[in-house]
């Protein structure tokens, strides 16, 4: 299984601190949005150049519910680092 957090990350300072494709503008809600529309892995990855196909498995990991994946969301979302020994920037 993919780990999502390898893949997204929220800043504050990029779209408004929604959890996005690292190093992107592109927010996970647009990928599993695309996915709902019926729009293939294939369609995603030619709109969105960027993104590697790791980055879909991401997004629906990342969908998936699960108190492990609500605890991460949540720390993710208060900006706690993914390594607890790295500083915060």
Known sequence: M?????????????????????????????????????????EILRSYPSLKPAHIDAALAYNRPGPVQFLARFLIQIGVPKNPNASRI
């Open 2 to 42: 993919v780990a999502w957090q390898d893949f997204f990350e929220s800043k504050p300072t990029v779209c408004g601190g929604e959890v996005c494709a690292v190093g992107t503008r592109i927010p996970v809600a647009v990928i599993l949005d695309s996915l709902a529309e019926g729009s293939t892995n294939e």
